[in-house]
C-alpha cells in the first residue's frame, strides 16, 4: 500500500475519532443537567414539606383557617322586623339562632367567632331564653334594652353584657336611614372597646362541633330538599325560605320572598345547615312575651347538602343540637342557621 494511501486512511480515522468523543460529550453534557434538575426538585420538595404546616380548624364552622381562632365568641341581637332589613353583619355569623319574640316577629342571636363584620345591627332588645343560648357558648352579649326576666339574669352575672340603654350614642350609634327602634348598630371596634372598658375577657377555648369529613356523607336517610318554607304566621313579612345553591353547596335565605343580603357588602345569607327545631312556645305576661324551652329536646329537621333528615334535637350542654339513633349527626362544615318554631306544621318542603 502506497504512503498516500496510508496518511488518507489515518486522516479519516483520526476524524471519525474526533466525532465519537465530540457525541459522547454532548451525551455527558445533556445528562448533567437533567440530573442536577431532578436533584433540584427533589431539594424543594423536601424543603415544601419540612416548612408546610396543617391548617387549623374554626371549631363552629369546621372549616380551615389560617391560624387558632382564640376569640372569645360574640352573641348579637339582631332586629328581624321588616323595618330592619336587610341587616348588617348576618353574612359573617358562623352561627344563627332565630326565635320568635313577641306576636309573630323572630329576632336574631347572631354569634360571631371566626370572622367578626365591621357593622353589626340592627341591635334589639334582649330576652331570657337568648341570654341563656348565649351562656352555652361563654360568649360576650351585645344587645339594647330587655324583657324583665332577661334583666335578671344579666344583672346576676349569668353571661357578660354590653347594652345599648347604657351605651346609646357611644357605643351604639343611631342610623340617619331608620327610625328606633330598628336603627341602633354597633362596630366591632366599639364591641371591643366596650368589653376592655367593663373589663371583660376577649380570649376563650371554644370547643369544636362535630362535623363531615371531606368526602364524608351524612350517616343517615334523606331526602331531596332543595328548598323549605317556614311560615311563623299568615303575614308574608314573618314567611322564611332557604333556597338550596349548588354552586355555592347552601342554603340561600329569602325574607319575605326577597333574597336576603347583607346592607353594606350585599353578600347573600347563606347557611349550610339549615336546623329546624319544635318545641313548646308559651305566652307569659299581656306583652306577649313568650317563654320558649330549649331544653327539653324534641322533634327536628336537618337540611345540608340538599337533602333532609328527621332528627331529634338535644341541649348538650346549652348548645341545641341535632341526634339521631343516641349520636350527634355531624354537621356540614360551613354556616348554621337554626330555626326554633312552635310546630314543624308550619314549615314545608
Known amino acids: 500500500m502506497s504512503s498516500n494511501k496510508l496518511v488518507l486512511i489515518g486522516t479519516v480515522f483520526m476524524l ?52 387558632k381562632v382564640e376569640a372569645r365568641p360574640v352573641a348579637v341581637m339582631i332586629n328581624n322586623d321588616a323595618k330592619a332589613r336587610p341587616q348588617s353583619g348576618l353574612h359573617k355569623a358562623d352561627i344563627v339562632y332565630e326565635v320568635l319574640a313577641e306576636g309573630d316577629i323572630t329576632r336574631f342571636l347572631a354569634i360571631f367567632h371566626s370572622e367578626m363584620p365591621e357593622t353589626a345591627g340592627p341591635v334589639r332588645s334582649a330576652r331570657d331564653y337568648f341570654v341563656d343560648l348565649t351562656k352555652a357558648y361563654d360568649a360576650l352579649y351585645v344587645f339594647h ?11 346576676n352575672k349569668e353571661v357578660d353584657g354590653i347594652n345599648g340603654l347604657t351605651y346609646d350614642g357611644s357605643l351604639f350609634k343611631r342610623a340617619s336611614f331608620r327610625k328606633a327602634p330598628h336603627n341602633s ?66 342554603y340561600v335565605r329569602y325574607s319575605a320572598g ?35 324551652d330549649i331544653t327539653s329536646g324534641g322533634n327536628g329537621v336537618l337540611m345540608q347538602n340538599g337533602e333532609r333528615f328527621e332528627v331529634e334535637w338535644k341541649s348538650a350542654e346549652g348548645k341545641l343540637l341535632p341526634y339521631a339513633n343516641g349520636k350527634q349527626v355531624p354537621l356540614a362544615p360551613g354556616k348554621t342557621w337554626i330555626q326554633i318554631v312552635p310546630d314543624l306544621k308550619i314549615v314545608s318542603y
Request: net charge negative; aromatic share 6%.
Open 258 to 292: 326577597e333574597k336576603l343580603t347583607d346592607l353594606e357588602t350585599e353578600e347573600d345569607i347563606v347557611a349550610h345547615n339549615v336546623f329546624i327545631i319544635e318545641t313548646s312556645h308559651t305566652v307569659i305576661d299581656d306583652q306577649g312575651r313568650k317563654e320558649i
Open 16 to 67: 471519525l475519532l474526533a466525532g465519537c468523543q465530540s457525541g459522547n460529550s454532548d451525551v455527558d453534557t445533556a445528562k448533567k443537567p437533567k440530573e442536577s434538575n431532578e436533584q433540584v426538585v427533589k431539594e424543594e420538595e423536601k424543603v415544601g414539606t419540612e416548612v408546610s404546616e396543617p391548617l387549623e380548624t374554626a371549631p363552629l364552622t369546621g372549616e380551615a383557617v389560617e391560624r
Open 145 to 155: 334594652g330587655w324583657s324583665p326576666e332577661a334583666k335578671n339574669k344579666i344583672e
Open 185 to 250: 348598630y354597633i362596630t366591632s371596634e366599639n364591641i371591643k372597646k366596650g368589653a376592655e372598658q367593663l373589663n371583660y375577657s376577649l380570649q376563650a377555648h371554644v370547643p369544636s362541633f362535630t362535623f363531615l369529613k371531606e368526602g364524608q356523607t351524612t350517616p343517615l336517610d334523606g331526602t331531596a330538599a332543595e328548598q323549605v318554607k317556614i311560615e311563623y304566621s299568615s303575614r308574608m313579612t314573618t314567611h322564611v325560605d332557604y333556597k338550596y345553591d349548588p354552586i355555592q353547596q347552601a
